[in-house]
């Protein structure tokens, strides 16, 4: 039985409309081949080319539209024209918080045929998951500024981090859930309770709570600086990795940096109780020095398909997304931030012909 599922696509700026296109054809190639389901696309044409034209990222509305679809795909949102806080809060943020999207997760994981700076890295394991804040913490939007031409100490700006109890306990039982999924049971916490004694010292407090009712995984906590070299030195020692909103942005990046290429990482905005659509989106952004040549990785937004589908009810279809990548790459099949010498279209090609 064909299963129909609206999906919003927001391809937004610079190579965000490559991948976002790449992503449509190749889901197409898959629908067409495992006719199991159907994606019913709507089209956002929201970003900073809209903002030039309206003052603002998306219509008044936007929000209300996004929630009659089944899913939102999304590029990457950012350009040199509008300054980036403009953009991020106008549109992508505006999403994740107006539709609640309150878990990030952010798969890292080496692919065939893809050489990765670390150097030894592929004798040992570099599979495992970020799973981010995305609703409060350093993202709240807390703050303001003042005294600006003021004398002497000139202008103050106040941005304030905001923990809730409710907000933390939610992120780490998703991340606990999440470990009972896995080869590997067990949550690393990221923190920096050495330095932030108020905010940080209850994300550890509720970790220690939430980690009491999986006597089952095996948990530890680590200062975001020590994770930073963990990452890098002990991979093989991570499963799930729970952070807040700005952790866990800037570690993602790590992550994907060593499997190779910010190009090649998925990620998933999940509303987990269905309550709003969840969107799924490469972890790069706009990429203004490639942008327009053709030549942008769509993996991350096939990945980032991927979860989509997983999260949609069709896992196997999921499964034969990941497969006819890693068949495309491991036939190097690749672009240049990998190595390779393909385009985009190159790629979408050998991902659809794998299919
Ligand atoms: P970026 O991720 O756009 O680019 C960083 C580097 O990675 C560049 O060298 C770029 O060429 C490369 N790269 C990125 N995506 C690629 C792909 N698909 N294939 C091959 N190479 C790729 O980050 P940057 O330059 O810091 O930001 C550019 C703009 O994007 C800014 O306006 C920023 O605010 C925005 N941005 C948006 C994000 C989002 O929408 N989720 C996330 C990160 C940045
Ligand atoms: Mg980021």
New binding site residues.
């Given amino acids: 039985m064909t299963k129909l599922h609206k999906i919003a696509a927001i391809p937004?700026?610079?190579?965000?409309t490559e991948?976002v296109e790449a992503t449509k054809q190749v889901l197409s190639a898959l629908q067409e081949r495992h006719p199991t389901f159907e994606l019913e696309w709507h089209d956002f044409d929201w970003g900073t080319a809209y903002y030039e034209q309206h003052g603002r990222m998306m219509p008044e509305e936007g929000l209300d539209e996004l929630r009659t679809m089944d899913a939102i795909l999304f590029g990457?949102?950012?350009?040199?024209t509008v300054p980036?806080h403009i953009?991020?809060w106008g549109l992508?943020l505006a999403v994740c918080q107006g539709l609640d999207q309150w878990a990030n997760v952010r798969p890292v994981t080496f692919h065939p045929g893809v050489p990765s700076p670390i150097v030894d890295a592929h004798e040992r394991e570099l599979d495992w998951v970020v799973v981010r804040e995305n609703s409060e913490g350093e993202y709240s939007g807390f703050g303001g500024r003042n005294f600006a031409g003021r004398e002497g100490a000139g202008e103050v700006a106040v941005q304030s981090a905001v923990f809730t109890e409710a907000g933390c306990e939610r992120i780490m039982r998703f991340a606990f859930d999440l470990a009972r999924t896995r080869d590997r049971r067990k949550v690393s916490c990221v923190t920096k309770s050495n330095a932030q004694q108020y905010g940080m010292v209850l994300w550890d407090d509720v970790f220690a709570r939430v980690a009491a009712d999986y006597p089952d995984v095996e948990t530890e906590k680590v200062l975001v600086d020590a994770m930073a070299a963990k990452f890098v030195l002990r991979p093989e020692d991570l499963s799930v990795v729970v952070a807040s909103n700005l952790h866990a942005d800037i570690l993602s990046d790590l992550g994907s940096a060593m499997a190779g290429?910010?190009?090649l990482a998925s990620s998933a905005n999940l509303n987990p109780e269905r309550r709003s659509p969840s969107m799924f989106?490469?972890?790069?952004?706009?990429?203004?020095?490639?942008a327009g040549q053709g030549?942008?990785?769509?993996v991350?937004t096939f990945l980032s398909a991927a979860l989509m589908l997983d999260h949609l009810g069709h896992p196997d279809e999921a499964g034969r997304l990941r497969e006819a990548v890693d068949k495309a790459l491991a036939a190097d099949v690749r672009?240049?931030?990998i190595g390779g010498g393909a385009t985009t279209r190159d790629v979408v090609e050998a991902v659809t012909a794998a299919l």
């Avoid at 937004?12 to 965000?16: C, F, K, L, Y």
Wanted: charged residues 20%; aromatic residues 2%; hydrophobic residues 35%.
């Fill in positions: 937004a700026d610079g190579v965000g991948v990457a949102v950012g350009w040199p980036d953009t991020l992508r290429s910010l190009g989106e490469p972890v790069h952004g706009s990429a203004p020095d490639i030549v942008a990785n769509p991350g672009t240049r931030d």
